[in-house]
Every structure is written in C-alpha cells, then in structure tokens.
C-alpha cells in the first residue's frame, strides 16, 4: 500500500468518526500549530488552549476538507489563526494580556540588538502579516498553501509577505523575498 | 533574511527550528485527541 493510499484510508476512518484516525492525521500538525499560536498570542498557556481548541473545531468540521487530504495542514493552520483570533477578541485578552506583554521586556544582555530588533517588530506586525511571514519563511510552506491559510487569492499571498517582509526590513528587494 | 526571520521564530517559540534539531523523543511529547479534550497539547 503507498503513502498516499495509506493517508486516503486514514482521512476516511476519521471522517467517519474515528478519533485515532483523526489523531493520526492531525499528529504533524499540532507543532507548527502550536508554534504559530505561540507567535500570534505571545503566551503558551493561551497556545496550548487555542490549538487545543482548533482541534475540536476541526474534529467537528473535517468535512471541509472534502477529502482532500493535500490540504489539511493549510486548513488546520488557518482554523489554529482563526481560535487565536478569537482568543484576542475575548473582552479579558486586551486588558490582561497587553499589559503582560507589555512587561515582556526581555534584557537584550547577550543577544545580538539587530535580533530582538527583529522579534519586536515580528511582535509589533498585524496578525495576517505574522501569520503570512510564519508559513512561508518559517514553515517553508508553498505560496499556494500560504494563500489557504490566510484564505487569499495566490497573488493576495504574495503581496502579503512581499509587505510583512518590507515591513521589517524597508527596501528589500521582492526577489530577495520571494526566492523560491 | 529567511534566516533572520528563521532565527527570531525559533526565539519566540522558545524553540529550535523542526529542521535543525528534530524532537529525539517524540513520545514524550503526548499529543491532544478529539476524544480527550483536556489534555494539553505538545508542549
């Protein structure tokens, strides 16, 4: 049997209900997932909740899917950005948690000034360009997969990192970003 | 500049990229199922 029949059989067992199944597909996903909600909310407390979250909501509503297992991992990062999203809209988050962020300040004794630069200004940057910069620089995820997961059009996605990108470093060239 | 950006997501997750440094005890590591939704996720 080949991968890709095995990983067919496994996507039909957990549409039909079964939990391992389920589990099996979604087991490689949960760091990157893990990762992208640390990025976006700041907290592993609240990362832990919001993939834990966005399982359940993707247990519930794999069928979106179709059965198209190429694009699971796009589909559960984006239901990931979607929890964190609405973590950040719950009336406590902006109160509690911006004020602990606040106070995040980490010494940059020992660190190179240009890369906490960096993680501050990946801090400061909107939610889309956090999530386009994390998928395609950090997951190394095709432009095609980073455009589901931020639910654009290709050409929406490309313009999007090529912004986050300049965003962080004004005047680099769209080849330099783009270059793959 | 992937690199750059690479490096500042590795410290903001408090983690080594997947690619540099492979988890060596994945079963460590217990991962949440829809059929036990109180477990906490990987980390």
Same mark, same amino acid.
């Given at each position: 049997?080949? &991968?890709?029949?095995?990983?067919?059989?496994?996507?039909?067992?957990? !549409?039909?209900?079964?939990?391992?199944?389920?589990?099996?597909?979604?087991?490689?996903?949960?760091?990157?997932?893990?990762?992208?909600?640390? #990025? !976006? @909310?700041?907290?592993?407390?609240?990362?832990?909740?919001?993939?834990? +979250?966005?399982?359940?909501?993707?247990?519930?509503? &794999? =069928?979106?899917?179709? *059965?198209?297992?190429?694009?699971?991992?796009?589909?559960?990062?984006? #239901?990931?950005?979607?929890?964190?999203?609405? $973590?950040?809209?719950?009336?406590?988050? $902006?109160?509690?948690?911006?004020?602990?962020?606040?106070?995040?300040?980490?010494?940059?004794? =020992?660190?190179?000034?240009?890369?906490?630069?960096?993680?501050?200004?990946?801090?400061? &940057?909107? +939610?889309?360009?956090?999530?386009?910069?994390?998928?395609?620089?950090?997951?190394?995820?095709? @432009?095609?997969?980073?455009?589901?997961? @931020?639910?654009?059009?290709? *050409?929406?996605?490309? $313009?999007? #990192?090529?912004?986050?990108?300049?965003?962080?470093?004004?005047?680099?060239?769209?080849?330099?970003?783009?270059?793959? | 500049?992937?690199?750059?950006?690479?490096?500042?997501?590795?410290?903001?997750?408090?983690?080594? %990229?997947?690619?540099?440094? /492979?988890?060596?005890?994945?079963?460590? %590591?217990?991962? /949440?199922? /829809?059929?036990?939704?109180?477990?906490?996720?990987? %980390?």
């Amino acid at each position: 049997m080949t &991968l890709a029949m095995a990983e067919d059989t496994t996507l039909r067992e957990a !549409l039909a209900g079964d939990p391992t199944a389920f589990d099996a597909l979604l087991a490689p996903l949960y760091d990157p997932g893990y990762r992208l909600a640390v #990025v !976006l @909310l700041g907290d592993r407390a609240e990362a832990e909740d919001a993939v834990q +979250e966005a399982a359940l909501k993707a247990w519930a509503r &794999l =069928g979106q899917l179709r *059965g198209d297992r190429t694009r699971l991992r796009a589909w559960f990062l984006s #239901v990931v950005a979607n929890e964190c999203r609405m $973590s950040r809209r719950r009336p406590w988050w $902006s109160v509690i948690r911006r004020a602990e962020l606040d106070g995040q300040k980490r010494s940059p004794e =020992g660190i190179a000034i240009h890369e906490v630069d960096l993680r501050r200004a990946i801090a400061r &940057l909107p +939610e889309e360009d956090k999530v386009a910069l994390f998928t395609y620089f950090y997951l190394d995820l095709p @432009l095609e997969e980073v455009a589901r997961v @931020l639910r654009v059009p290709l *050409g929406t996605a490309k $313009s999007r #990192v090529y912004r986050a990108a300049r965003r962080l470093r004004p005047g680099v060239a769209l080849e330099e970003v783009l270059d793959r | 500049m992937r690199d750059d950006i690479r490096r500042a997501f590795d410290e903001m997750t408090d983690a080594p %990229h997947p690619a540099d440094e /492979p988890d060596p005890d994945p079963a460590a %590591h217990p991962t /949440p199922t /829809p059929s036990s939704p109180a477990q906490s996720c990987p %980390h």
